[in-house]
């Protein structure tokens, strides 16, 4: 047809060049008569026009029928006609679907268009928006080459040889921008294993329901796969505050890499005290500035000693107030039973309080008698644990308080140890002593 390569050139230039090139090349125009101020008046006068417009030669593509007025029919199929001229398509593993059907004038405007390429709609996105799902944007999260119409940022439009026509696989389509990503994962020690199968195992590519194209909010999200932590969040009475504030599982949790066990942010420790740093109230009354009472204590409980808050504590929820992970008395008194103090007996023998007599359970004894067993272990009115230890830390060794609240009355415990035993003189009775000694040695 002797049109080729200069309709390849013509279909992106401004009319008047391409009707100055096309004069250039010797192009006739037999078929002035088809744009007139009656007929196809706006033809040419598009930003984009197609070479045969133009260049006002409709014949490449249309035929006159010889016994019509004035009517005119494709000379081929669509397809046929534009592979005339453009390359035919690479066949690649996959194609989309107007391609793979020959409606090349699906998405380009055979005469002229407001866009390169010769494509329909005022913008890409409308173009794809013709046959795609617009809602995939109207989500609380939109990604943003999607919100601003860069289809073709993610996707080829014809044919290519990864899934849904992207133009990497996986991971790496990510990376072209987010590089930052692709470093740490490549640093960390520890990487998530959604990130690892699959960006979008959690992110929606177009847009999201949740913050930061998340299929759902966190922590909903988390708990998609954490199926294990939903049932137990079913079933606390007190759940962790940290899991409803700020960025919820987030707080304590990276979601893509770490160099901690789950995913953890910071050793646990640390992690606890970047919250428990001052007073804080909550349902079973205001919390203590945990940070400020272990820099002034120098007796720090065992778990506390191995920077371990969820030895005692479930870091999720529990059952317990302070969300503790077993029983463990509130109260200044109560009576005895084991059970009651399940959070004790995970590490401390339960012997401790059973035996009445003892040489050996502890050195809180006046001989062989076991003052353990003679405060706490009471059928009415047992001292707890916490009426003389405190729970985390304190000034004196074995973690002895100073003074026990007593309602509103700060009951103080004034204990002193000695070699051989110690001495008591708290609010609650007299002074009195006490010697590890037996009383056959007391007696020499």
């Not at 699959?198 to 949740?210: A, I, T």
Request: aromatic share 6%; hydrophobic share 30%.
């Amino acid at each position: 047809m002797g049109f080729g390569m200069n309709a390849r050139i013509l279909v992106t230039l401004p009319v008047l060049t391409m009707l100055a090139l096309a004069q250039a090349t010797g192009q006739q125009n037999p078929n002035e008569s088809c744009v007139t101020a009656k007929c196809h008046a706006t033809f040419g006068k598009a930003e984009f026009v197609h070479g045969p417009v133009a260049a006002n030669d409709c014949t490449p593509c249309h035929q006159l029928l010889p016994k019509e007025t004035h009517k005119f029919a494709p000379l081929k199929k669509a397809v046929e006609l534009c592979i005339q001229c453009h390359e035919p398509m690479k066949k690649q593993a996959v194609l989309h679907k107007p391609v793979a059907e020959g409606k090349c004038t699906g998405c380009h405007n055979p005469h002229q268009a407001s866009q390169q390429y010769m494509l329909r709609g005022g913008t890409t996105a409308e173009m794809c928006f013709g046959c795609h799902n617009k809602e995939m944007v109207k989500k609380k999260s939109a990604h943003m080459p999607v919100a601003e119409g860069e289809c073709l940022t993610c996707h080829t439009p014809h044919t290519g040889d990864k899934p849904k026509l992207l133009v990497q696989s996986g991971n790496d389509l990510c990376f072209e921008c987010h590089a930052n990503m692709k470093e740490d994962i490549a640093s960390a020690k520890r990487v998530h294993k959604p990130v690892a199968e699959g960006c979008v195992k959690c992110h929606n590519p177009h847009g999201g329901d949740g913050q930061s194209l998340l299929g759902q909010d966190v922590p909903d999200q988390c708990l998609t796969c954490h199926k294990e932590m939903r049932e137990q969040l079913a079933k606390v009475i007190i759940k962790h505050e940290a899991l409803d504030i700020d960025k919820k599982c987030m707080n304590c949790h990276s979601p893509h890499t770490a160099n901690l066990d789950k995913q953890l942010k910071e050793d646990p420790m640390t992690l606890c005290l970047s919250c428990h740093n001052q007073p804080m109230a909550s349902p079973s009354g205001t919390l203590a500035n945990m940070k400020g009472v272990f820099e002034k204590s120098k007796d720090w409980h065992g778990p506390i000693r191995e920077k371990d808050c969820s030895g005692c504590h479930d870091v999720h929820g529990a059952a317990n107030f302070r969300i503790l992970r077993f029983n463990y008395p509130r109260e200044f008194y109560t009576s005895f039973s084991q059970d009651q103090y399940e959070l004790c007996f995970a590490c401390h023998q339960p012997t401790l309080v059973q035996d009445a007599s003892t040489t050996t359970l502890t050195n809180f004894r006046d001989g062989d008698r076991n003052l353990h067993y003679l405060h706490v272990n009471k059928r009415v009115k047992g001292r707890t644990c916490r009426s003389c230890h405190e729970t985390h830390a304190s000034q004196k060794e074995k973690h002895i308080r100073e003074s026990v609240p007593f309602g509103q009355w700060s009951l103080p415990i004034r204990f002193e140890k000695k070699l051989d035993g110690g001495k008591c003189s708290p609010g609650c009775h007299a002074p009195k002593d006490y010697t590890n000694a037996s009383a056959a040695n007391k007696k020499k």
